[in-house]
């Protein structure tokens, strides 16, 4: 996390990720992304759903295939 980096609210949080405040609280929950408790408030990190993004993103066939190389 970022000195300057901005803590989102839950709902801001879903927003941003295009979902469901109830799957980011599960998230929060399972403890699956970093988080930050103030009190009784919730706040996530803006990198910390950019570094979960890049985290759960698949990657493509052909991504995938490069890796391994050509068969002989």
């Given at each position: 996390?970022?000195n300057d980096?901005?803590?989102?609210t839950?709902g801001?949080?879903a927003?941003?990720?295009?979902?469901?405040?109830r799957?980011i609280?599960?998230l929060?929950q399972?403890?699956r992304?970093?988080?930050?408790?103030?009190?009784k408030?919730?706040?996530?990190?803006?990198?910390?759903?950019?570094?979960?993004?890049?985290?759960?993103?698949?990657p493509?066939?052909?991504?995938?295939?490069?890796?391994?190389?050509?068969?002989?």
């Amino acid at each position: 996390m970022n000195n300057d980096d901005r803590l989102l609210t839950v709902g801001e949080a879903a927003e941003r990720l295009g979902t469901g405040v109830r799957f980011i609280r599960r998230l929060v929950q399972e403890r699956r992304i970093r988080y930050v408790k103030l009190g009784k408030h919730v706040r996530i990190a803006d990198s910390v759903l950019t570094a979960y993004v890049e985290e759960c993103t698949v990657p493509t066939l052909r991504d995938a295939r490069s890796r391994f190389g050509k068969a002989a």
